[in-house]
């Protein structure tokens, strides 16, 4: 069948590109061959607008049928990375090596060492993909840091029960100043107690607004443990989408003075706990350190998938 390729045109391609992503997922039996739509909203309601800025004209390309049916999508997630969502029912390799010079044409970026480079994810069980990729002079990164393990979880599973650590209590976040605790922790939580950057995040809330304007965004899954002076120790957002009916946890963090209290686990066994009370049939959460993942390992269990980075450079 005869696939036309079209960069970006309007909002309208990005609610398309989210009912496309659902049915993706649904086809792969809810295995994260592809984006979660929830991983698409973060990214374009939060990354995109507030860290990224890309020139969209130039970052995101679709292939169609001459019904205009979406065979598939390239998009990035930070300089140089490319991820190719294809649909199964048009997956063959002519597709995924048109993609793949696209990546290379648009995509390509120089890493910290100022090589440039072209960067793609494939499922570390996508022989058929890894083929192609080896084909086009590619190599696996072998860094385990790079590789982001797909945790998963079941909802129909028993969820093991997690006490809330004594001096501290589990709930959603709460309305007014509290979003701006949000924030301040936030900038603790993932920049290494740095409080300039804490406050920054604090003082400037704009970013937060963009990710609670997200279409999946649900203030009752805004989980949050709250400490004993009031402020926020620890947190994940939680995305459910009842089309698929299934979630995506990001992100997930404790400050860095409240951890080693079992606080990670708390705040994401109460999200699988409401998930579950939804209607949920499973929840992923992506983690690339050796923390995080010993963390979801722990609460999720050991089912994953893994997707890996691929590499090639130029000149």
Same mark, same amino acid.
């Given at each position: 069948?005869?696939?036309?390729?079209?960069?970006?045109?309007?909002?309208?391609?990005?609610?398309?590109?989210?009912?496309?992503?659902?049915?993706?997922?649904?086809?792969?039996?809810?295995? /994260?061959?592809?984006?979660?739509?929830?991983?698409?909203?973060?990214?374009?309601?939060?990354?995109?607008?507030?860290?990224?800025?890309?020139?969209?004209?130039?970052?995101?390309?679709?292939?169609?049928?001459?019904?205009?049916?979406?065979?598939?999508?390239?998009?990035?997630?930070?300089?140089?990375?490319?991820? &190719?969502?294809?649909?199964?029912?048009?997956?063959?390799?002519?597709?995924?090596?048109?993609?793949?010079?696209?990546?290379?044409?648009?995509?390509?970026?120089?890493?910290?060492?100022?090589? &440039?480079?072209?960067?793609?994810?494939?499922?570390?069980?996508?022989?058929?993909?890894?083929?192609?990729?080896?084909?086009?002079?590619?190599?696996?990164?072998?860094?385990?840091?790079?590789?982001?393990?797909?945790?998963?979880?079941?909802?129909?599973?028993?969820?093991?029960?997690?006490?809330?650590?004594? $001096?501290?209590?589990?709930?959603?976040?709460?309305?007014?100043?509290?979003?701006?605790? %949000?924030?301040?922790?936030?900038?603790?939580?993932?920049?290494?107690?740095?409080? /300039?950057?804490? %406050?920054?995040? %604090?003082?400037?809330?704009?970013?937060?607004?963009?990710?609670?304007?997200?279409? &999946?965004? %649900?203030?009752? &899954?805004?989980?949050?443990?709250?400490?004993?002076?009031?402020?926020?120790?620890?947190?994940?957002?939680?995305?459910?989408?009842?089309?698929?009916?299934?979630?995506?946890?990001?992100?997930?963090?404790?400050?860095?003075?409240? /951890?080693?209290?079992?606080?990670?686990?708390?705040?994401?066994?109460?999200?699988?706990?409401?998930?579950?009370?939804? $209607?949920?049939?499973?929840?992923?959460?992506?983690?690339?350190?050796?923390?995080?993942?010993?963390?979801?390992?722990?609460?999720?269990?050991?089912?994953?998938?893994?997707?890996?980075?691929?590499?090639?450079?130029?000149?």
């Amino acid at each position: 069948m005869k696939l036309t390729m079209r960069p970006y045109k309007s909002e309208e391609d990005y609610w398309q590109m989210r009912q496309f992503l659902r049915e993706v997922l649904l086809l792969n039996s809810l295995h /994260q061959h592809s984006w979660h739509v929830a991983r698409l909203d973060y990214w374009w309601w939060f990354i995109q607008q507030d860290l990224e800025k890309m020139e969209l004209e130039k970052s995101i390309f679709f292939w169609e049928t001459e019904k205009k049916e979406i065979a598939a999508v390239l998009n990035p997630e930070g300089k140089g990375q490319a991820y &190719l969502q294809v649909h199964p029912k048009f997956h063959t390799a002519e597709l995924e090596e048109e993609m793949i010079q696209t990546a290379e044409k648009y995509f390509r970026h120089p890493n910290r060492e100022g090589k &440039l480079r072209s960067l793609i994810f494939a499922d570390s069980k996508d022989s058929f993909r890894h083929n192609i990729l080896k084909k086009h002079g590619y190599q696996k990164v072998e860094r385990p840091e790079t590789s982001e393990i797909i945790h998963m979880f079941p909802l129909e599973n028993e969820i093991h029960q997690v006490p809330t650590p004594e $001096g501290y209590t589990i709930r959603a976040l709460g309305h007014g100043l509290e979003m701006l605790e %949000r924030c301040y922790a936030s900038g603790l939580g993932f920049h290494e107690d740095d409080i /300039q950057t804490a %406050r920054e995040n %604090r003082d400037d809330p704009t970013w937060y607004h963009h990710i609670q304007s997200a279409p &999946l965004y %649900r203030r009752d &899954l805004d989980i949050v443990a709250i400490a004993s002076d009031g402020s926020i120790a620890s947190f994940c957002t939680v995305w459910f989408d009842d089309v698929t009916r299934t979630a995506y946890f990001e992100p997930v963090a404790t400050v860095p003075k409240h /951890q080693r209290h079992g606080l990670g686990k708390a705040v994401l066994t109460e999200g699988l706990k409401r998930l579950k009370m939804m $209607g949920a049939k499973l929840a992923t959460v992506g983690g690339y350190s050796n923390a995080a993942n010993g963390l979801y390992f722990s609460v999720f269990g050991e089912e994953h998938d893994i997707t890996q980075p691929w590499e090639k450079f130029f000149g």
